[in-house]
């Protein structure tokens, strides 16, 4: 935000020098027909940074009220707390996690417009389960493609303090909120699954279907890239610039509508 503040009382200067320099040169051409030229030239360029300072102050207003909206769409929605008790998740084997068989992998299988599913996100230290931590997760049910309720954590893979929330206490309230859902949506689901079996929630224990927005973009859509923020921006979805599992969450599931009504 100060960056863009800086960049557009630049423009605004950088109009205000060059229409003073056209003046200057409009007033020499009254006596040399060159500065006449020179002049009007400089009150162009003067005149053009003036209207692209119009343009991204407009611009930064529209995104302020965009945000403004999603938090207060982001506030609507129920939170459920992360309960913390004695009962803490074990560690699970990734080498023993069972083939993650998402419904664009399943031969023959069409899909069914489920509008009733959760969506899950983590974010982590790194790229691999056995080595790397989770440092904060978020699941979100939508009901008739709406989001109803949400839960979400920030977590200290490290614990210095002794008290601070780590993952162990904080997986089993994931675990009761997902509960029995029968259907699972993520962006890159396999990275967000194999982390979370990696850190004790078996979600193969219940029977769901498993829907990848990444996978069904890949597999229906041409498009220079499958990151998330890149999709929703084709699918014109609100993608946040802070990046938080619980906003990848709704976008995610906004997306998996958007791309259904298009297939």
Not at 13 to 22: G, N, Q, R, S
Not at 104 to 118: I, K, M, V
Request: charged content about 30%.
């Amino acid at each position: 935000m100060k960056k863009q503040k800086k960049a557009l009382a630049s423009r605004k200067t950088t109009a205000i020098f060059l229409w003073f320099i056209a003046a200057l040169f409009l007033i020499a051409g009254s006596m040399e027909p060159s500065s006449l030229i020179i002049g009007i030239l400089f009150a162009y360029l003067g005149f053009r940074a003036f209207m692209l300072s119009r343009f991204e102050q407009k611009k930064e207003l529209q995104e302020q009220q965009e945000k403004k909206a999603y938090k207060k769409y982001i506030d609507s929605i129920k939170k459920v707390e992360v309960n913390v008790t004695d009962a803490c998740a074990a560690r699970l084997d990734i080498g023993n996690m069972p083939e993650l068989m998402t419904i664009t992998r399943e031969t023959g299988l069409q899909y069914d417009n489920c509008s009733d599913f959760t969506v899950i996100d983590v974010k982590t230290t790194g790229r691999e389960p056995e080595e790397h931590r989770i440092l904060e997760f978020a699941a979100v049910k939508f009901s008739d493609y709406e989001p109803t309720e949400y839960i979400s954590a920030i977590i200290d893979p490290d614990n210095k303090s002794g008290d601070a929330l780590t993952i162990d206490k904080a997986i089993p309230s994931l675990i009761d909120f997902v509960g029995d859902s029968d259907a699972i949506v993520a962006h890159n689901l396999s990275y967000a699954v194999r982390f979370l079996y990696a850190n004790g929630f078996d979600i193969f224990k219940e029977e769901r279907r498993y829907y990848d927005t990444r996978e069904i973009a890949k597999k229906y859509f041409d498009v220079d890239n499958y990151k998330l923020e890149t999709l929703c921006g084709l699918f014109s979805v609100y993608y946040s610039d802070q990046r938080r599992a619980l906003h990848n969450c709704i976008s995610a599931g906004q997306l998996y509508k958007e791309m259904l009504t298009d297939l």
